[in-house]
């Protein structure tokens, strides 16, 4: 029993030195003079035109959306989602975010009416920031829920698509 013990504590100190050496890929990459805390901007994302508010904190940039999707009802939708840091390029933090989104991301025909289409995804997105303004680029894919009419009939199924974004916003 007495020999196990040398052996269990030489297995523990040498993962806490190990501990010691790694790097999160979750770590604080942004201060508070990269860019404001708060800032509001407008932008699209595929049909959906809208204004939009972002938290930048140290480890990425929260936001919200809100605006009407440019099909005949002009529906109300709008989206959350969070961006991390992963490739920082340049002087100021400007670079290769990967990040999860939720919310409204279409808008279909079903029963006559336009009908919007709840889901969810992760993107990449190529983000400008600066502590004047946020610019960003995206790239999503994500699935929605399924649509059925009133017969039962399945409109729109559960599948991956592709989401587009762009926004720009300014600093409060």
């Known amino acids: 029993m007495f020999k196990l013990y040398p052996l269990l504590a030489c297995a523990v100190l040498s993962s806490v030195a190990h501990a010691g050496d790694f790097k999160s890929p979750l770590e604080a990459k942004l201060s508070k003079n990269d860019a404001q805390t708060w800032n509001v901007g407008a932008g699209f994302t595929q049909k959906l035109l809208h204004a939009n508010a972002e938290w930048v904190n140290p480890?990425?940039?929260?936001?919200?959306?809100?605006?009407?999707f440019l099909n005949d009802d002009h529906n109300i939708g709008g989206q959350l989602g969070f961006r991390h840091p992963v490739?920082?390029?340049?002087?100021?933090?400007n670079g290769y975010y990967v990040g999860a989104y939720a919310g409204h991301i279409e808008t279909r025909p079903v029963n006559g009416?336009?009908?919007?289409?709840?889901?969810?995804?992760?993107?990449?997105?190529?983000?400008?920031?600066s502590p004047e303004r946020i610019s960003?680029?995206?790239?999503?894919?994500?699935?929605g829920e399924e649509l059925k009419n009133s017969e039962g009939k399945v409109v729109a199924e559960t599948e991956p698509r592709l989401q587009f974004s762009y926004t720009l916003s300014i600093g409060l």
Do not use: M, N, P
Request: charged letters at 20%.
């Open 59 to 68: 480890y990425g940039i929260a936001y919200v959306k809100g605006g009407v």
């Open 87 to 93: 490739h920082l390029t340049g002087k100021d933090k």
């Open 113 to 129: 009416e336009h009908e919007a289409r709840l889901g969810g995804g992760i993107d990449l997105a190529y983000v400008l920031l």
């Open 136 to 143: 960003s680029f995206s790239i999503g894919l994500g699935a």
